[in-house]
């Protein structure tokens, strides 16, 4: 049994229980609810560093390392895309993935604004950037 000691030992315990656990390494498979982010989100910096942009092929995924990247395919449709992650999210429950504008378009979700998808893992990035 390992003992935990501290309120930082305990909160990180907390943390990794919270967090959902999704299989980190190509070709495995997760299945959710996409959205896109709201055009107002355009030019501020992600949890990568990088800008928001757009009118660039991107995303937010809760924990897949930064600048992995991801075929996303739409349920409905079979339309598939593949983006880069760049930054964390989505923050609300049953949603695995936030797609830049122009990803949502090439997706064909603009009008649904959300869409039930597959996020298919293609490559992992080791490091923080995208």
């Known amino acids: 049994m390992i003992k935990l ?25 997760e299945r959710g609810i996409a959205s896109y982010y709201h055009d107002s989100l355009h030019g501020n910096p992600t949890a990568s560093g990088q800008i928001y942009d ?8 809760k924990s897949l390392p930064l600048g ?10 079979g339309k598939s895309i593949v ?7 989505p ?18 979700i603009i009008r649904r604004g959300i869409t039930p998808v597959e996020v298919e893992v293609l490559s992992l990035a080791s490091g923080r950037g995208a």
């Open 68 to 77: 992995s990247r991801v075929r996303v395919t739409d349920t409905h449709t």
């Open 54 to 61: 757009k009118g660039k092929m991107s995303a937010a995924h």
């Open 5 to 29: 000691l501290g309120s930082a030992a305990a909160a990180a315990s907390l943390l990794l229980l919270a967090a959902p656990t999704v299989a980190s390494h190509p070709g495995a498979v």
């Open 91 to 108: 923050f609300i429950q049953g949603r695995i993935i936030d797609l830049s504008r122009r990803a949502a378009q090439a997706l064909g």
């Open 83 to 89: 983006v880069r992650v760049n930054d964390r999210g």
